[in-house]
């Protein structure tokens, strides 16, 4: 199994470089660090009394595997789960935030298991999906993927502006597709043809 750090920097390498889309809610962000979460965290590295996109530019890479590891792994306790999950829980924490634990709950939900769906992962959470794991041990994480999937088809069908990360241009798989695919084994992947027609409502 990969190491945190490991995890932590593919996922730098995932996210890119300084963007500043003004269609994403995330706000100026670079190596997925938004300006958001360095205001939370006060990083404010220019010491100029004020956060803003100059302090996002400045960042690092390896300033953003740090805050990762300690911010969007260990506090939210993702390291508290199956070893099997760490990689794409915390991918979809990172990109998602605490709806990475709710997809993870109400998965646990459809495999009828009772847990809460808080965005919290505490003892319920943790027992439950150890438990759903050994229900499952051959295709759990791949539901997980398909799960993160399915939420970003859902999120793109209610936020217009959003359908760009899930469709290219050109009609195929959009990045955020393409990313949670990377944590579903090749044979529950999606045809083009069959992304092409759940996203064929899409104006």
Avoid: C
Avoid at 78 to 103: R, S
Avoid at 121 to 145: M, S
């Amino acid at each position: 199994m990969q190491s945190v750090t490991e995890i932590a920097t593919e996922i730098v390498a995932r996210e890119g470089g300084y963007v500043n889309d003004p269609d994403d809610p995330g706000g100026a962000t670079k190596y997925g660090v938004t300006i958001h979460t360095m205001r939370r965290l006060g990083l404010d590295l220019d010491q100029d009394g004020r956060i803003d996109t100059d302090d996002v530019k400045m960042l690092t890479r390896a300033h953003a595997v740090s805050i990762f590891v300690e911010h969007y792994f260990r506090k939210p306790r993702i390291d508290q789960l199956p070893e099997v999950l760490h990689a794409t829980v915390f991918d979809m924490y990172v990109n998602a935030g605490a709806n990475a634990v709710k997809i993870l709950q109400r998965l646990l939900g459809d495999m009828r298991i009772s847990v809460t769906v808080d965005g919290v992962i505490g003892p319920q959470t943790i027992r439950a999906t150890k438990e759903a794991l050994a229900a499952a041990p051959k295709h759990f994480v791949d539901a997980y993927g398909i799960a993160r999937r399915n939420y970003y088809y859902d999120l793109a069908d209610r936020r217009v502006n959003s359908r760009k990360y899930a469709r290219r241009r050109d009609g195929g798989k959009g990045g955020w597709i393409k990313r949670a695919e990377e944590f579903i084994a090749p044979r529950y992947h999606l045809t083009e043809a069959q992304h092409r027609e759940r996203t064929a409502k899409w104006a």
